[in-house]
């Protein structure tokens, strides 16, 4: 950081990042959850590195004790582009929770964060971890440690908030059967209140509290933030429905073929318009789309207070979802 007293700080989020007037930016290693790794060994886990190039690892979780074939459950984590971590104990915290209870192998992706590295390289990030699996299954020499329990053709993709929007990208970019990553096999999506935003502000957002978790304040920082350069709030990575021609941004995503999405938001969260919104216009355009409102709940609910009965009812609601997308497919 420039030692000049000319400069000031710009923009601070949750304690964790800092940019200066200057340009310059400065990251604490410390989260911003300050709560214990919950570890009683039931679940094991282990980094691996997926992108070399920059510096990205992802961590894997599975049940100990289980030699089952096992569904792949992505959870990409929060903290609008800005911040947030695989490591960060909230996040190993919820995905510990989601491999035994869902009984999975869950794979948790870091990606690079803005404003070093604005939209679209969290996007693009995003897909080299899903790469990344697609290598490992075609792989001549693979981990045994992932490959013994590991069922490619039954993937699902989570994100948490920034995580929700990377996964509807993902959505989009791969279609319905992922064909592309072949022989993964995507069986559907969960967006967990998706990070969306737009232009023109929605009821939520206009008349959310001031002092909810995540309020218009840090939002509109977060987007000030990690939108792409000469990019606008209407950008198709920020909002699904905008874009420079918006009609035909809607033409070509109502024309995509989408496997089933179960987007999920509490009635408290500043989001909430904008994940409902998306839901109904999807659902609208034919697509499988189940949207799960949470009465009073505030953004990231699940992994604030993951003890509550809400993020417990939301746990056999992804439960089910992937029970219902894991049968044998029919050609």
Not at 94 to 100: E, G, I, P
Not at 177 to 190: E, F, W
Request: net charge negative; proline share 5%.
């Amino acid at each position: 950081m420039s030692s000049s007293s000319s400069c000031y700080e710009v923009d601070e989020c949750r304690g964790v990042l800092r940019v200066y007037s200057d340009g310059s930016i400065i990251r604490s290693n410390k989260p911003s959850f300050n709560i214990p790794v919950d570890d009683d060994g039931s679940v094991i886990w282990k980094d691996v590195e997926f992108d070399a190039k920059h510096g990205l690892y992802l961590r894997i979780y599975k049940p100990a004790n289980n030699n089952n074939k096992l569904p792949i459950f992505y959870y990409i984590h929060g903290g609008g582009f800005c911040i947030g971590s695989r490591t960060w104990p909230n996040c190993q915290n919820y995905c510990f929770r989601l491999a035994l209870e869902l009984q999975a192998v869950v794979i948790s992706p870091d990606y690079r964060l803005a404003p070093e590295n604005r939209l679209p390289a969290a996007i693009e990030d995003g897909f080299q971890s899903v790469k990344w699996l697609q290598d490992e299954a075609r792989s001549e020499n693979p981990d045994g440690w992932l490959h013994e329990v590991a069922d490619f053709g039954r993937v699902f993709i989570s994100g948490d908030s920034a995580g929700g929007n990377i996964a509807h990208n993902l959505a989009v970019g791969l279609g319905s059967g992922s064909v592309k990553m072949d022989p993964v096999r995507v069986r559907g999506y969960v967006l967990l209140a998706p990070f969306f935003g737009g232009s023109v502000l929605m009821r939520s957002e206009v008349e959310g509290s001031k002092d909810a978790f995540l309020n218009w304040e840090l939002i509109d920082r977060f987007w000030r933030l990690s939108i792409p350069k000469e990019g606008s709030m209407d950008h198709p990575l920020v909002n699904p429905f905008g874009g420079k021609d918006k009609d035909n941004d809607n033409e070509l995503l109502a024309a995509q073929e989408l496997d089933p999405i179960l987007v999920v938001v509490g009635g408290s969260d500043l989001l909430r318009d904008r994940a409902k919104n998306y839901a109904e216009r999807l659902k609208g355009w034919g697509k499988r789309v189940e949207y799960v409102e949470f009465e009073v709940q505030q953004h990231g609910f699940f992994t604030i207070n993951p003890n509550c009965q809400a993020a417990k009812h939301l746990m056999l609601i992804i439960k089910n979802f992937l029970t219902q997308n894991s049968l044998p497919l029919s050609y």
